[in-house]
């Protein structure tokens, strides 16, 4: 069990927070594993208490408004031990049914919290004789609908594990009088049949039967059938364009986050932003880019094709081709072009990632501008040192880099020289840098400035897993 789960149960436990893990507990100790988001059910009297606990173990609330449903809630905390992201699934209303609707509001919330035993753990769950009722609806009302039919019926072995799960120890009468009590129309021996519909049923049969549970259940509907067909056609198109095109997950209450990885080379920048995405856009919309090769804009594309060409004929140390300084002060107009053109399209991608950050999105970014002039990413023209036409251009190419956004966050990435050389050479790399250009980047390009609203230096010359664990435990406190 994840730490933060144990102090999750312990700290809702202590506060008196009436809750419970209202339904999939046969594998309730997965998902406090992580494995799965824990869905529970928390009295709304207890919602600020609740709300308040999470808050002080550090869960931040996140959502997609186009999949958002009423008094349903996301949140997620952060597992310093395996480094990992806990999912809350928090009802405050107990609404179910068909996935993408959840066409169905059961307004027996508090019988539920008061029949209420202890899983292992010590998170509270409902009796058998409740879950299982809820359990079988859930899954017939999903045979409702032919797209959600399919999806249920790929997990059937599942199911009836659960199915078995619930049965085991189900007292019979406490189960009669449920159905008494809520669902008049269901008696003790139709739901059986509704169990071994589920188990053992055709296509045809848990059609039929899921229409006839759907009439015992009307009452608990609450979209009609216009409104529920239009909802569930337009979760159906969201999420084949989302699923095809968009790519949108869950965004965090608090906002986006530009996050920076910087550093020289063999620092660990690729290998730590690319873990980033995989660990943020599990849950969230995250994007990764790399600042220091832009994509060209619709105005800068010739200009970069003609100036392509003109540096695969000049020589590599040349000043076109070389991102080492020179001592030379004047460039040639075609550098400072190159330089100018370059800037402009940094400019574009940092604008860009400002605005999709600002947008809710999380945006890692792979290296950044600095402070310094003539060191990579950064500003390359030394405008006093140029005259004329070429004054001008520097000008514009400084005053491009000053225009770009401050981000959230940067990481800056450090490594002795030596061990950067040796981390060089035993990567796999087409093309990868000489022993003497990384020594040259190294000693011109350390112990740069950056600005930032949070900047961390981060020595990586220590094992990887106590790098990205610190890392992410800053990211965590910050966005």
């Not at 599942?158 to 008049?184: A, H, W």
């Amino acid at each position: 069990m994840y730490k933060l789960s144990k102090k999750l149960i312990s700290d809702l436990n202590k506060n008196k927070v009436v809750y419970c893990h209202w339904k999939s507990n046969l594998l309730l100790d997965e998902a406090l594993n992580g494995h799965d988001d824990l869905d529970l059910l928390v009295k709304k009297r207890d919602l600020l208490t609740f709300e308040s606990t999470i808050n002080n173990l550090g869960f931040k609330r996140a959502s997609n408004k186009n999949l958002e449903i009423q008094s349903v809630h996301h949140f997620y905390g952060f597992d310093k031990n395996s480094g990992e992201i806990l999912h809350l699934h928090v009802y405050y209303e107990i609404k179910t049914g068909p996935s993408w609707t959840k066409s169905l509001r059961f307004d027996f919330e508090d019988f539920v919290l008061e029949n209420l035993i202890e899983h292992e753990s010590r998170m509270p769950i409902p009796e058998k004789h409740v879950e299982i009722v809820v359990f079988c609806i859930r899954i017939m009302m999903k045979y409702t609908k032919i797209n959600e039919f399919i999806l249920v019926d790929r997990e059937s072995e599942r199911t009836v594990k659960e199915i078995d799960y619930l049965l085991n120890g189900v007292d019979n009468n406490k189960l009669s009088m449920f159905l008494l009590e809520y669902f008049p129309e269901i008696t003790l021996t139709s739901l059986y049949k509704y169990i071994s519909v589920i188990r053992d049923g055709g296509m045809f049969t848990k059609l039929a039967y899921a229409r006839k549970l759907k009439n015992n259940v009307n009452k608990y509907i609450y979209q009609g059938p216009t409104a529920n067909f239009l909802n569930n056609t337009n979760q159906l198109i969201y999420r084949v364009a989302n699923k095809l095109f968009f790519k949108q997950k869950k965004k965090l209450f608090s906002g986006g986050s530009v996050i920076v990885v910087a550093g020289l080379d063999a620092t660990g920048k690729t290998t730590v932003t690319a873990e980033l995405r995989k660990w943020l856009g599990k849950n969230f919309s995250t994007s990764l880019v790399h600042f220091g090769k832009p994509k060209s804009t619709f105005f800068t594309f010739g200009i970069n094709f003609l100036i392509k060409i003109l540096r695969k004929k000049t020589l590599i140390d040349s000043e076109l081709r070389s991102s080492i300084k020179t001592n030379k002060k004047q460039k040639s107009m075609v550098f400072i072009l190159r330089q100018l053109v370059l800037a402009f399209d940094r400019y574009v991608l940092a604008k860009n990632i400002w605005k999709k950050s600002s947008q809710g999105n999380i945006m890692l970014c792979d290296r950044y501008k600095s402070e310094d002039f003539g060191v990579m990413d950064s500003k390359r023209l030394i405008s006093d040192d140029h005259f004329g036409v070429k004054k001008t251009l520097s000008l514009k190419e400084n005053k491009l880099y000053n225009f770009m956004p401050v981000p959230d966050i940067i990481f800056y990435l450090t490594v002795p020289v030596d061990v950067a050389v040796q981390r060089n050479e035993d990567r796999h790399k087409k093309g990868k840098e000489s022993e003497e250009f990384l020594r040259k980047r190294h000693l011109e390009n350390q112990n740069l400035n950056y600005k930032s609203k949070n900047l961390y230096r981060i020595d990586t010359n220590r094992e990887y897993k106590e790098v990205i664990s610190e890392i992410k435990i800053l990211i965590w406190e910050n966005i």
